[in-house]
């Protein structure tokens, strides 16, 4: 059994210290590892970086993150990146990790995921070259994320790390006019061909907790969603069966 912590859309700063420092001490005896689903700093300033790094150095427990598109904001992402790497987080670009957990090998496959919108409302690749490399950006992602789960494939439990939703069931509560923005359901393609026990992402503030891709379970874990500062998934794994338990 493997316990995980996860969150999105911490959006630290100075302001929240306090806040955020007590969440990560009060959270490491409950988890085993800690997922945070980008949105790590309100602006993408650097010191903004150095809150959300204090209050992960010197945990017991792994934590790994991904990028949101607030960390993109200010063009510091390299610096935010080393800040967080230099406290001990692992931060996935387009890349994976893998780690041993209660006797189980958990691989992680993180990215941001990106826009492009759901079967209704989506951006096609044509058109402007600007549009295009939207359309562009978006299948970066969902090819990283595909080769992340190839190379996690022999792994006990597997976990895609997003930003962005991979689903429309997970922004719903979210303005029709906007869905375009907060994922793109091309990102579920890779996750339904290659498999996964669990998918995390946030961005939808007023998007829904739950869904799932097939039989895969997806969930927004936006603190403004969860109502909480983490909330903990049980995962109970062996080699060929997972089965994940959400904690009330």
């Not at 022999?154 to 962005?164: E, G």
């Not at 936006?222 to 060929?240: N, P, Q």
Request: one cysteine or more.
């Amino acid at each position: 059994m493997i316990r995980i912590a996860a969150a999105g859309d911490i959006h630290a700063s100075e302001t929240t210290r306090d806040r955020v420092m007590r969440a990560f001490q009060q959270v490491e005896s409950d988890a085993d590892v800690i997922l945070l689903a980008g949105d790590l700093t309100t602006t993408g300033e650097p010191e903004q970086a150095h809150v959300l790094a204090d209050a992960c150095r010197g945990l017991s427990i792994p934590v790994f993150a991904v990028l949101g598109n607030h960390d993109f904001h200010a063009g510091h992402m390299d610096e935010l990146r080393q800040v967080l790497d230099e406290a001990g987080v692992h931060v996935l670009d387009r890349s994976w990790q893998t780690c041993t957990i209660a006797g189980l090998e958990l691989g992680i496959v993180g990215a941001k995921g990106f826009v492009g919108g759901f079967p209704g409302s989506a951006l096609p690749d044509f058109g402007e070259p600007l549009l295009r490399e939207v359309y562009a950006e978006t299948t970066r992602e969902a090819e990283a994320i595909g080769k992340g789960l190839q190379e996690v494939v022999h792994c006990d439990l597997r976990i895609v790390l997003l930003h962005y939703a991979p689903i429309e069931a997970t922004i719903e509560g979210e303005p029709e006019g906007i869905r375009v923005l907060l994922g793109s359901d091309r990102l579920a393609t890779p996750i339904a061909e290659y498999g996964a026990d669990l998918v995390l992402h946030g961005h939808a503030h007023a998007g829904s907790f739950e869904g799932s891709l097939g039989q895969i379970p997806v969930y927004n874990v936006a603190v403004h969603v969860t109502g909480r500062d983490f909330w903990i998934f049980e995962l109970e794994g062996a080699r060929g069966r997972s089965e994940v338990e959400v904690s009330e």
